[in-house]
């Protein structure tokens, strides 16, 4: 069993920046791939970054030089710094093992471009 904190979401205006934490306990975290998702109102939950337990990433074309997924194996956590941030981008994001599993859904924390 896995259980999920995200955290770091607000509002921020087009252009800027926000820096998303996943803490993750309960399993031994470094050895699964994770991944980032988000969820607009309306649309499905898609994955945007996914990073293995090497550290090797993928990013959706939608996010891809823009967002960086990275992660701290001694601190369970996985992070997301998302730069040059568009409205497109407001949704609740979510943190999930790459293949999720759909015991392991957090709250999520709510991310809102506008000015």
């Known amino acids: 069993q896995m259980h999920i904190v995200e955290s770091g979401g607000g509002l921020v205006q087009p252009g800027g920046s926000l820096r998303l934490s996943c803490a993750a306990s309960?399993?031994?975290?470094?050895?699964?791939?994770m991944g980032w998702y988000r969820q607009a109102p309306g649309k499905q939950r898609e994955l945007v970054a996914s990073?293995?337990?090497?550290?090797?990433?993928n990013y959706a074309d939608s996010v891809k030089g823009r967002f960086t997924i990275s992660r701290d194996n001694a601190k369970n956590t996985v992070y997301l710094q998302m730069n040059s941030m568009k409205p497109e981008d407001t949704a609740v994001y979510y943190c999930?093992?790459?293949?999720?599993?759909?015991?392991?859904w957090g709250q999520g924390t709510q991310v809102t471009v506008s000015s």
């Open positions: 990073i293995t337990s090497t550290g090797s990433t």
């Open positions: 309960g399993r031994i975290f470094s050895l699964y791939a």
């Open positions: 999930n093992l790459k293949v999720p599993n759909p015991n392991y």
